[in-house]
């Protein structure tokens, strides 16, 4: 009976974060369906739903995870269509990236990505609005000194 106990109180902690490698992923942000229509051919319907995935300099495809931290890949264009470096983790079993923080890539220059509020001076990979005092943010993107 104990022994059953402890087995089922483990599965909730098991695969605590520190033990998955963090990896960074440097590419684009491609629509999954397309690139596949463009890749392999695949037919996709006349009006299909984008679903936004990564695309790395060597041709692999990641499944992006919809989390508080990746909300801007799904929601500013602005973002999509930059050349990113995505800190995170790929899920064990899974082409499923969790990612963690990110960075652009500028003319060859890595750049810090984030969105700032001029008025609370809080940076956030937040779209906004501001977790503060709820006005816009905006996007910035900043060369290192
Ligand atoms: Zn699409
Ligand atoms: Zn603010």
């Known amino acids: 009976m104990a022994a059953d106990k402890s087995e089922i109180v483990k599965p909730g902690k098991a695969k605590s974060k520190t033990e998955l490698q963090e990896v960074d992923l440097r ?18 319907p006349t009006n299909h739903g984008h679903i ?18 990746s909300e801007t ?34 003319n060859g220059v890595v750049c810090d990505l984030y969105y700032y509020c001029d008025i609370c001076a809080i940076k956030t ?4 609005p501001c977790m503060c005092c709820q006005g816009p943010v905006k996007l910035v993107e900043k060369r290192p000194e």
């Open 52 to 69: 936004w995935g990564f695309k790395t300099k060597d041709g692999t495809f990641y499944t992006l995870l919809r989390t508080k931290l």
């Open 125 to 128: 990979l937040s779209p906004g």
């Open 73 to 106: 890949l799904f929601v500013d264009e602005q973002v999509r269509k930059k050349e990113l470096i995505l800190k995170g983790h790929v899920l064990p079993k899974t082409q499923i990236f969790e990612m963690t923080d990110m960075k652009s890539v500028r």
């Open 27 to 44: 590419g684009k942000i491609v629509c999954l369906p397309e690139a596949m229509h463009a890749v392999y051919g695949i037919d996709l």
